[in-house]
């Protein structure tokens, strides 16, 4: 399988813009989640009523077409994380995979968000739960 890899000073590099549409992505998913919920509430109330209360389905046809595209917008940003290399793991809290090579194996430099910088890896199997700490003595191989 081929993919980029990132040095840690490369992966170091990118937080900043990863960080940022991180940021973007979360509100979006909150706006969208926030939305939906509203409209479903609204689509009972509406079934329930015995009377019409003014909205309609030209409404709902409104909202969900909304909804549709605030879903677009963030299946688009969710594709600006591979479009650089990364693996987005979680969105929320943020956990961010960056394929490397370490000490001649192909590892995983993970952050998550909250972390100032990468200070973690772990095997392409092992998960989050088998971060460990980047050593000081270790060597990154040159690769990209």
Known sequence: MQFKTFTLNE???????IKENLLKLQAMVGA?????SDLQKKKAMYKQSPVSTGAGKDDFFKEESALDFMRMEAELLLSNFARKGVQLKMIDPGLIDFPAVWDGNDV???WKQGEER????????????????IPEGGTQDANN
């Open 118 to 133: 990468i200070t973690h890896y772990h095997g392409w199997n092992d998960g989050f739960m088998g971060r460990k700490p």
């Open 11 to 17: 992966a170091n590099a990118l937080l900043p813009e």
């Open 32 to 36: 969208i989640e926030a939305r939906h």
């Open 108 to 110: 995983l430099l993970c």
